[in-house]
């Protein structure tokens, strides 16, 4: 047996013949527990003194070659080497200022080891430390041997069996050593938990919940229903916390105070490190600080918590504390080593506390409020997902007519024919120049409860003509109501048309404020949220559950999960939860996420693929003669255009990452880690949509290139698109209001006459007032900041994250695509015929501009769900 397993691991980690006893000696590369951008000094004390009595952080290697004697027949072991303690950690100077530091550690090297696939670890200190690698420098037979471990290791007592990590090499199940099998199989064990009890800080458990802690039982006003895990409300799984329920509703988890928001559990390798939590914590305080700036200022007002006049916005960008200009500032962010203060420092040029100017206003003050813009960012906005191919005139609903009557739309051939170009409706339907904006079905069912509180909004619908010179041109808006009599009684709706002059032009702009209105909301909740934050986390929990670290596919996708669990419990906390500040600031109020819910009964897993989402929105058609197999309806269609460049490329690394590992469909069907991966994916994960016919296989090479491909482009590419141009355009709240109060005025009323008389206090007395408007500000500014450690599409945190050179070839190669990507993007927005890419408002389309530089910059797609 001896000899086969040295065969083995000769072929996979190298020669290993005559080994002869000596010292080898490794470096172990960690960061010790810190708060902020701080070293912990009380713990670095305290694990001073245990080191002088004798606590170490000791290493033991666990042998891929030799099999320990009290293994049995059936199930053998690598036999563990002498433990080896980590050298100098007292005399070690190491900075203030979190970050790396070095240790040497020196082992006994003989036959009793062989060559290490593993290591365990033992940290008898009394705090945490973050462990980044170990290095051997000269194994005996094979050279250098790396280990990428990432992980924070806490004291030995908290544990019940020893942290684990594994040689920086990529096996399937079947072809794991086989004294290293146990050691993997146990790791997933308690990766996996018991499912029970409340889950500690340093727990490493990944376990499902329902999103049943948002709301507060215990107050009225706070009480929300349990999402997923019903019919009524199916819903994504979020990750188990195991915190007691309330003692009024026993289906309900109790919530953390308020102060207490950043400690909601998740696994703590999920967490954020030590500069994005500095970035976020910053951005946090300086966000506040913004926006009780301008509500300090309203005290003294007439009109407290109004925007009076659109003035009134351009003082949130020229107000703000003035710093120090020139040397003075730069040389104090440049030697300031504490990224928390270098983030409230930051001004990017403008004054501390000061909004920097959004885009959408920087070359042209009233450009944002013109039909060219409005339909432009239906294509290069910050919701480009929602826009489709018009194939029905008059459109229809698909509301069940005997729970909502007739809700099919009012608009007739009247309303349009005039904005056709010469052409007849049925001619324009058939050129496929006629597309919708339709957000009258998802939001009808709602709309007499929404109306019931200070919102006051429409279901919408909004039809767009395709122009000659290939731009937008929106043409009719529908604005629906439910009927006073009731649901079943179908829609009261009526159509508004574009108008240039007089109080027509301001209700034409009214109509168009009721669509921005209706747009941010999905965008935020739908597009944002759900269709990235929420469908992805599922996919972080089985990963890490079923597929083992040393699995290929979880090193293919454990990029593309940094972060995103706590980014969504902190959302939980602070964000989506009842009266948080998404339901304070957005019209959908207390019945967002439930909304949200509604719409991911229809959401497809295959239908996330962007070519597949293109053709059913009728945005494109299949043509194998065109790049990438699609034809575009819109040929200038920013997100499509760059997207598809993305999406090819991520398809092309995946495809070569995947074929090197698998090199027949029977191997992806006889991988276990990979089949119960895939199953619980859709019965735990998606658990709510586990019966629908749609959930793809996973039998063949070119399933896992499929599916794999769908999950990196949802949690890169596609939030990229919808979340990091926010603040560009909703940063000035009147291009993107996030509610309404009033209605349409009607002619002979008050409102009406005050419209007439003077239309922007009528549109500002309609959109969203102070309060909200700073709110959402000051949230999708952090939300569209990129933060000092931000990795992006093509990086890796380690340059050594497989030992197989192959996969790491194919990853250079995918990197070069994408500048040559980045190229191509700046050229299209530099061509003066592509009309959509800059748009009146001169905001080049970058928002799939793969790389970035930290802050708000409009463009970078970061690997993960990170923000």
């Known amino acids: 047996m001896d000899t086969v397993l040295h065969k083995v691991a000769n072929l996979v980690l190298g020669e290993s013949h005559g080994i002869a006893k000596k010292t080898v000696k490794g470096k172990v590369v960690l960061m010790k527990k810190n708060v902020l951008d701080f070293n912990d000094l009380g713990a670095s004390v305290l694990d001073r003194a245990h080191e002088l009595i004798g606590k170490h952080i000791s290493i033991q290697f666990i042998s891929a070659t030799h099999a320990d004697s009290g ?132 727990d490493r458990v990944y376990d499902y919940a329902f999103y049943n802690d948002l709301g507060e039982p215990d107050d009225e006003d706070k009480v929300r229903p349990v999402i997923g895990g019903s019919s009524d409300y199916p819903y994504p799984r979020r990750g188990r916390t195991g915190r007691p329920p309330t003692e009024t509703d026993s289906k309900t988890e109790s919530r953390l105070p308020l102060i207490d928001f950043l400690n909601i559990y998740v696994p703590r390798d999920e967490r954020f490190g030590h500069l994005r939590m500095s970035d976020f914590l910053a951005q946090g305080l300086e966000a506040i600080l913004k926006f009780l700036l301008p509500e300090f200022e309203a005290l003294f007002d007439d009109t407290i918590d109004e925007f009076d006049t659109f003035e009134d916005y351009l003082k949130l960008y020229n107000g703000g504390i003035k710093l120090p200009k020139g040397q003075l500032l730069d040389n104090l962010l440049e030697n300031t080593p504490i990224q928390f203060v270098k983030e409230l420092l930051r001004s990017d040029g403008e004054g501390l506390l000061k909004y920097s100017t959004p885009q959408v206003i920087q070359a042209d003050l009233n450009a944002w409020s013109t039909d060219e813009e409005f339909a432009r960012e239906m294509v290069a906005g910050v919701n480009p997902v929602s826009i489709q191919l018009l194939k029905v005139f008059p459109p229809v609903s698909k509301l069940d007519v005997e729970l909502y009557g007739n809700q099919n739309s009012s608009i007739r051939s009247h309303h349009i024919d005039k904005n056709l170009e010469g052409l007849e409706v049925n001619e324009a339907l058939k050129a496929k120049r006629l ?43 529908e604005l629906s109501l439910p009927h006073p ?4 009684f179908g829609a009261v709706s009526k159509v508004y048309t574009p108008a240039k002059d007089g109080v027509e032009a301001a209700i034409w702009l009214l109509a168009k404020a009721y669509v921005a209105v209706n747009d941010t909301g999905v965008h935020q909740l739908i597009s944002h949220w759900l269709n990235t934050h929420a469908v992805i986390e599922p996919f972080i929990i089985a990963t890490n559950r079923q597929l083992s670290v040393l699995h290929p596919i979880n090193k293919l996708l454990h990029p593309h999960f940094r972060d995103t669990m706590n980014i969504n419990a902190t959302a939980r906390n602070i964000l989506i939860n009842s009266e948080g500040i998404l339901e304070r600031s957005f019209f959908t109020g207390k019945y967002s996420i439930e909304m949200s819910s509604k719409i991911y009964k229809n959401w497809v897993f295959p239908n996330q693929a962007l070519p597949v989402d293109l053709v059913l929105r009728g945005m494109a058609v299949e043509d194998t003669s065109a790049p990438h197999g699609l034809r575009l309806t819109i040929e200038d269609y920013p997100y499509a255009v760059d997207g598809l460049e993305i999406w090819s490329a991520i398809k092309t690394w995946v495809e070569d990452y995947c074929r090197f590992y698998y090199k027949t469909d029977d191997m992806v069907k006889n991988d276990k880690e990979l089949q119960s991966w895939w199953k619980e994916l859709r019965e735990e994960g998606h658990g ?91 949230l999708i500014e952090i939300l569209s900041r990129h933060t000092s450690d931000e990795l992006y599409l093509g990086q890796r945190e380690c340059p050594e994250w497989t030992m197989d050179e192959e996969p790491i070839l194919a990853f250079e190669k995918f990197g070069n695509t994408l500048k040559q990507i980045e190229e191509k993007i700046v050229k299209m927005n530099n061509d003066e015929r592509l009309k959509n890419r800059n748009g009146l408002v001169k905001v080049p389309y970058t928002l799939l501009y793969p790389s970035s530089e930290e802050g708000i910059t409009g463009r970078g797609i970061p690997n993960s769900v990170a923000i």
């Open 485 to 488: 009599d009731g649901y079943k």
């Open 435 to 477: 597309f919708i904006l339709d957000h009258h079905d998802s939001l009808m069912p709602y709309v007499e409860r929404i109306n019931a509180t200070a919102s006051k909004i429409y279901a919408t619908r909004t039809l767009l003509f395709l122009q000659n010179e290939g731009t937008l041109k929106p043409i009719a808006i």
């Open 71 to 202: 293994s049995s027949g059936k199930r053998l072991r690598g036999k563990l080497g002498k433990p080896a303690i980590l050298e100098d950690w007292n005399t070690t100077i190491t900075s203030l200022i979190a970050g790396e530091s070095t240790y040497e550690v020196t082992f006994d090297w003989d036959e009793e080891i062989g060559l290490p696939g593993g290591f365990l670890v033992q940290n008898l200190h009394h705090s945490e430390f973050y462990l980044m690698t170990l290095t051997l420098e000269d194994v005996p037979g094979h050279g250098q041997v790396h280990f990428v471990c990432n992980s924070w290791v806490y004291p030995a007592k908290n544990y019940t069996k020893d942290r684990i990590f594994f040689a920086n090499k990529a096996y399937l199940p079947s072809e794991t050593p086989e004294l290293l099998r146990p050691y993997r199989e146990e790791e997933m064990v308690v990766l996996r938990g018991n499912g029970t009890g409340m889950l500690e800080e340093w």
């Open 688 to 778: 709510d949509l586990k019966d629908e016919p749609w959930w793809p296989k996973m039998n063949s090479i070119q399933d896992v290139i499929d599916n794999c491909t769908i999950i990196i482009w949802v949690a890169s590419a596609l939030h990229a698109a919808v979340n990091y141009g926010q603040y560009g355009y909703a940063g000035y709240p009147p291009n993107r209001p996030t509610l309404s109060r009033r209605f349409m005025p009607e002619p002979n009323t008050p409102e009406y006459d005050e419209l007439k008389e003077d239309p922007k206090k009528g549109f500002l007395k309609t959109v969203t007032p102070q309060l909200q408007s700073l709110l959402s500000v000051s």
